[in-house]
C-alpha cells in the first residue's frame, strides 16, 4: 500500500470537511478577447460529448474548445455540492454547449468514504461519470448520514484486507442501493470497489497532482491552466466572460 493510499483510506471525515471550501488564490492572467460559438458536428451536441483525459479527469465538451475549465471536486464537499446545484446547469447549457468552454471534472479525495464513492462514479460507462457525481452531490447528507452515525463500523471495514476494506465501506453508507437506483448494479459496484489497482490510482492521482498543482482545497478550478479566485458559480461565472466566452 502506498503512503498516499494509506492516507486516504484513514483521513478522519473532519478532515476531509476542513479541505472543502477553502479554494484558491488567482494566478496568471484570465483574460482574452470574446470567442465566437462553435458548431458542435451535426447531429450532436457538446454537452453530449465525453473525453477521459490524461488527467484521469473526465472532460465534456468540445476536445479543441479555447476556454478549459477544471474543477477539482470532492463528493463529499458541501461546497462543491452547492456549485453542482447552482453552477453546472447554466455551465453545461450556456458556456460548454457554445463550443467555447470545455469542461473537466477530476476527483480530489477527502478519506475513505470519498473514494469509495469516487470510485463508484467511475464503475459505469463514461458518460455516467458525472451525471452520478452530480447526483450525489445533490443527495450529499443522504449519502454521508449513514457513514458519519456509524463511524465503528466505517474503523472495522478498513481493517479488512484491501480488496475488502471499501466493498464493506459502501455496505456501511448504503451506498449499493443508492447507486442501484441510478443504473449502477451491486455487483459491478461491488467488483469495482475491490480492485485495489484501480481504487489506488485515483487517490495516488488526487495527491500527485495536489501537489503538483497546488490544489489546497475543494472547489478548486483552473481555466487554461491558471487557478481562479471562485468556489461558487457566483463568482466563477464572470471569470469565464473574463477569459472570452462571451
Do not use: H, W
Given at each position: 500500500?502506498?503512503?498516499?493510499?494509506?492516507f486516504a483510506l484513514a483521513a478522519p471525515i473532519?478532515?476531509?470537511?476542513?479541505?472543502?471550501?477553502?479554494?484558491?488564490?488567482?494566478?496568471?492572467?484570465?483574460?482574452?478577447?470574446?470567442?465566437?460559438?462553435?458548431?458542435?458536428?451535426?447531429?450532436t451536441e457538446w454537452r453530449d460529448m465525453v473525453t477521459v483525459t490524461d488527467m484521469?479527469?473526465?472532460?465534456?465538451?468540445?476536445?479543441?474548445?479555447?476556454?478549459?475549465?477544471v474543477e477539482y471536486a470532492s463528493l463529499t464537499c458541501p461546497t462543491c455540492a452547492r456549485f453542482a446545484e447552482e453552477g453546472m446547469e447554466p455551465l453545461v447549457?450556456?458556456?460548454?454547449?457554445?463550443?467555447?468552454?470545455?469542461?473537466?471534472?477530476?476527483?480530489?479525495?477527502h478519506g475513505p468514504h470519498d473514494l469509495a464513492l469516487a470510485t463508484m462514479v467511475r464503475c459505469a460507462a463514461d458518460e455516467a461519470f458525472i451525471p452520478l457525481s452530480d447526483q450525489v452531490f445533490a443527495n450529499q447528507q443522504q449519502v454521508l448520514t449513514p457513514i458519519f452515525e456509524n463511524q465503528a463500523a466505517v474503523e472495522q471495514s478498513l481493517n479488512l484486507p484491501p480488496e475488502e476494506r471499501?466493498?464493506?465501506?459502501?455496505?456501511?453508507?448504503?451506498?449499493?442501493?443508492?447507486?442501484?437506483?441510478?443504473?449502477?448494479?451491486?455487483?459491478?459496484a461491488r467488483q469495482c470497489l475491490a480492485d485495489t489497482d484501480a481504487y489506488?490510482?485515483?487517490?495516488?492521482?488526487s495527491t500527485k497532482q495536489s501537489d503538483e498543482l497546488d490544489i489546497q482545497g475543494t472547489p478548486t478550478f483552473l481555466i487554461n491552466g491558471n487557478h481562479a479566485d471562485a468556489n461558487t458559480w457566483a463568482a466563477l461565472e464572470p471569470i469565464l466572460q473574463r477569459a472570452g466566452a462571451r
Open positions: 500500500m502506498t503512503k498516499t493510499l494509506r473532519a478532515l476531509a470537511l476542513a479541505s472543502c471550501g477553502s479554494g484558491a488564490d488567482e494566478t496568471g492572467e484570465i483574460a482574452g478577447e470574446a470567442i465566437a460559438a462553435i458548431p458542435a458536428p451535426d447531429g484521469d479527469g473526465y472532460m465534456i465538451g468540445n476536445p479543441d474548445a479555447p476556454i478549459k475549465l447549457s450556456e458556456y460548454v454547449n457554445s463550443g467555447r468552454v470545455s469542461f473537466e471534472l477530476r476527483n480530489q479525495i471499501l466493498v464493506r465501506l459502501a455496505e456501511v453508507g448504503g451506498f449499493y442501493d443508492f447507486f442501484a437506483a441510478r443504473g449502477l448494479s451491486e455487483d459491478q489506488s490510482k485515483i487517490a495516488d492521482n
